[in-house]
């Protein structure tokens, strides 16, 4: 079965700092990669996806992630994060991209950030 | 934009009995509904995929006689804990899939607890 890994369990920046997420998956087939955030008290939210095309995707709120399908990574950033980007992360693939697996999502384990203004 | 609502949104039930939770897609029709679990300070699970007029399909593990999954309609999707137990406790999230390919959306999670 797929798994998805992400890196981090927690990360503390200072507002302006550059973020960089990691995600890698394991599974060797077609794949659809996305990264949600939860804000505070909210649901999940659609940050970004990537189906196919370029693998350096933009998402909302400044956000980008770039596939490297030779290192099985999705990996999440932003040049200067913001106080209100402080909430968890997670990054979760489809995997399959069809049949049985239409849809279905795993997810990685959640990486929290905390911004200090 | 889309919305999925869920009901209630927490809720604190004995140990043996049953409790339902409603999922509904607010200004869109889905097909496919699916829940998840999530344990403190962990990933979700997906525990089930919900299908409109058709059975729901479980993931491996997943007790289909405990968790009980009705898509009644293309805006609903119901999951029911039998006879609970407090192991049970956790938080269940249920997501929609849109029209779009792979877009789900998600609901905001019920707080399920067992006493």
């Known amino acids: 079965a797929q798994s998805v890994s992400q890196h981090n369990h927690h990360v503390i920046l200072s507002e302006a700092a550059s973020l960089e997420l990691g995600c890698n998956y394991s599974?060797?087939?077609?794949?659809?990669l996305f990264w949600y955030v939860q804000y505070p008290g909210q649901h999940l939210q659609l940050l970004l996806k990537?189906?196919?095309?370029?693998?350096l995707v933009k998402g909302i709120k400044g956000f980008e992630a770039e596939f490297i399908k030779s290192k099985f990574s999705f990996n999440l950033r932003k040049p200067s994060v913001q106080w209100s980007d402080t909430a968890e992360y997670f990054c979760a693939v489809n995997a399959g991209a069809g049949g049985t697996s239409y849809g279905k999502l795993t997810f990685g384990q959640g990486t929290i950030l905390t911004v200090h203004p | 934009g889309a919305v999925v609502s869920q009901h209630p949104s927490w809720v604190i039930c004995k140990s043996g009995t049953s409790v339902k939770i409603e999922c509904r897609s607010l200004d869109f029709q889905a097909t496919t509904m699916f829940w998840y679990r999530q344990f403190p300070k962990q990933s979700l699970m997906l525990m089930a995929t919900s299908n409109e007029g058709s059975k729901a399909t479980y993931e491996q593990g997943v007790e289909k006689d405990k968790f009980l999954i009705n898509h009644a309609s293309l805006t609903l999707s119901t999951l029911t804990v039998t006879s609970a137990h407090p192991e049970d406790s956790s938080f269940y999230i249920c997501?929609?899939?849109?029209?779009?390919?792979?877009?789900?959306?998600f609901g905001p999670g019920t707080r399920l607890t067992v006493t």
């Open positions: 990537y189906f196919s095309g370029d693998p």
């Open positions: 599974y060797g087939g077609t794949v659809n």
């Open positions: 997501s929609a899939l849109a029209g779009r390919a792979y877009e789900q959306y």
